[in-house]
């Protein structure tokens, strides 16, 4: 089920979007998919299909919702080695999809002037910490 104002956000001007939370497993599903496809295409950029996720998630799940927090999880883990290098292993801590599932953040809607990620990035970051020090 994708949101009311499209697949990961068409609203338009300055109005806020946020993200659906959704279901952890479901989430960790959907990261598994991109990494699957990164180790069989290595430096690829590759288009995944809807009904890859479809087939991995809960019957009913938001699709957009987690696929957009799965896409910004692993913007935050590759491209700016922001929670990568403080969990010094390739494989995510449940915790750190529980948090990703609920932590705030805002589609970048269409028409929406955004800078930087849609996230408090210290903040999901304290929370990280937090979570990798229990």
Do not use: N
Not at 4 to 27: K, M, R, T
Not at 59 to 86: F, N, P
Not at 88 to 115: N, R, S, W
């Amino acid at each position: 089920m994708t949101a009311e104002f499209g697949f990961w956000g068409s609203g338009g001007g300055s109005e806020q979007c946020p993200v659906p939370v959704v279901d952890p497993i479901d989430l960790r599903k959907a990261w598994d998919v991109f990494q699957d496809v990164q180790v069989r295409r290595p430096g690829e950029q590759v288009a995944i299909c809807l009904t890859s996720f479809e087939r991995v998630c809960s019957h009913g799940a938001d699709i957009g919702a987690v696929t957009y927090r799965a896409a910004m999880l692993q913007s935050l883990c590759k491209h700016l080695e922001l929670i990568s290098a403080r969990l010094g292993d390739a494989k995510l801590a449940d915790g750190v999809f529980d948090l990703a599932a609920t932590f705030p953040m805002e589609y970048i809607c269409d028409g929406m002037v955004h800078q930087g990620f849609p996230l408090d990035v210290q903040e999901f970051i304290r929370h990280i910490e937090k979570e990798t020090q229990k």
